[in-house]
């Protein structure tokens, strides 16, 4: 059974950082690309960050470029979403994913992901 857990959200202020770790279970990890997700209320999911199975490809939302960084460590079955000069709009259940086309780079659509985490709320306050 595969599973993806998250953690590391929090309330935090604007300016502020975060890093959020997700841990996969049940899965050859180094054959998944991964990625971070993110749903505030009232509005649909959308793409946030991927990193191809290596790790060495990234791909990263306009609106988060600059500001977060994705990395993985295969050995610990762990994704990571450093997060820096956050913003309140940041504020999002944040979810990571894992998707089979694992040296695959512009792939940001969420029905593209096979497998998916529950979530962790991160909160910026103004």
């Known amino acids: 059974q595969v599973q993806l857990v998250e953690s590391g959200g929090g309330l935090v202020q604007a300016g502020g950082s975060l890093t959020l770790s997700c841990a996969a279970s049940?899965?050859?990890?180094?054959?998944?690309?991964m990625g971070w997700f993110r749903q505030a209320p009232g509005k649909e999911r959308e793409f946030v960050a991927r990193?191809?199975?290596?790790?060495?490809?990234?791909y990263y939302a306009d609106s988060v470029k600059g500001r977060f960084t994705i990395s993985r460590i295969n050995a610990k079955n762990t994704v990571y979403l450093q997060m820096n000069s956050l913003k309140p709009e940041d504020t999002a259940v944040y979810y990571c994913?894992?998707?089979?086309?694992?040296?695959?780079?512009?792939?940001?659509?969420?029905?593209?992901?096979?497998?998916w985490g529950q979530g962790t709320q991160v909160t910026v306050s103004s």
């Open positions: 994913a894992a998707d089979r086309q694992a040296g695959h780079l512009l792939r940001g659509r969420d029905v593209q992901y096979d497998y």
């Open positions: 049940g899965l050859t990890f180094s054959d998944y690309a």
């Open positions: 990193i191809t199975w290596t790790g060495a490809g990234t």
